[in-house]
């Protein structure tokens, strides 16, 4: 029985990148095209395939919850002694990408302000998330050396990366920048599993934090500078007449 629980969350892992990259998008229905013109309806729009893809990312993390330990048993047989850095670093990969990108002139979806506003947007909702949630529920970690687990900080931080280069670049460029995106974002979430150093479920929850923080960054920036821009309009006007 323990087995089989692990291998369902084994599998949980392997679909993420096939869960978030659909995000604003279809795949099956005629390749490339159809992913553009999805991705094209409703880009300002919170609700979206992304944010619920977010969402039952969550869900399916707390759903998860109660066998946590059944994988942590699985990883100590199978990857005892495992032990990386480099989910240190490609957390930052597809957000590096996507400046890299931009900086060189390959436009993107956004404008350079629109790009800088939703960016940070984006890190200080997922910050306020990961954060808040982590210094209220107390979780320990796996491997017994502090109370902040849940959820993680990493993982989100890989998924809020690999989002942002979906939204400007996967979504309207190629959609294999989506595809190398959340694929470095769920090696992050597995090392983190397997580094010992985040349960199953931290990683779902915060892979979920990530997406949707996204989704709010975008909206919210939307907000900031259409609101500065009908401010600008209304200045002119008021000079014209």
Not at 195 to 202: A, E, G, I, K, T
Request: hydrophobic share 40%.
């Amino acid at each position: 029985m323990k087995c089989r629980h692990s291998f369902l969350i084994v599998v949980l892992f392997s679909l993420l990148p096939l869960c978030v990259e659909g995000a604003d998008s279809t795949f099956v229905k005629s390749g490339e095209q159809a992913f553009k013109v999805e991705a094209q309806k409703g880009v300002n729009s919170l609700f979206n395939s992304s944010s619920y893809a977010g969402l039952g990312l969550v869900g399916t993390g707390l759903c998860v919850k109660s066998y946590k330990r059944n994988f942590r048993e699985m990883r100590n047989r199978s990857f005892p002694s495992f032990k990386t850095t480099v989910d240190d670093y490609i957390q930052y990969a597809p957000l590096l990408a996507t400046w890299g990108l931009n900086l060189s002139g390959v436009q993107g979806k956004s404008s350079f302000k629109r790009l800088a506003v939703s960016n940070v947007s984006s890190a200080l909702i997922m910050a306020a998330l990961v954060n808040g949630i982590k210094y209220t529920v107390r979780e320990m970690r796996p491997d017994d050396t502090s109370p902040n687990s849940f959820p993680s900080g990493h993982t989100a931080t890989a998924f809020m990366a690999a989002t942002i280069l979906h939204k400007e670049y996967g979504a309207t460029k190629s959609y294999w920048y989506s595809v190398a995106g959340y694929s470095l974002a769920t090696v992050t979430g597995v090392c983190r599993v397997l580094n010992n150093r985040h349960w199953v479920s931290d990683v779902l929850v915060g892979a979920g934090i990530g997406i949707v923080s996204v989704e709010l960054g975008y909206f919210l920036s939307d907000l900031i500078l259409k609101d500065k821009n009908s401010k600008k309009n209304s200045k002119k006007a008021k000079i014209g007449y």
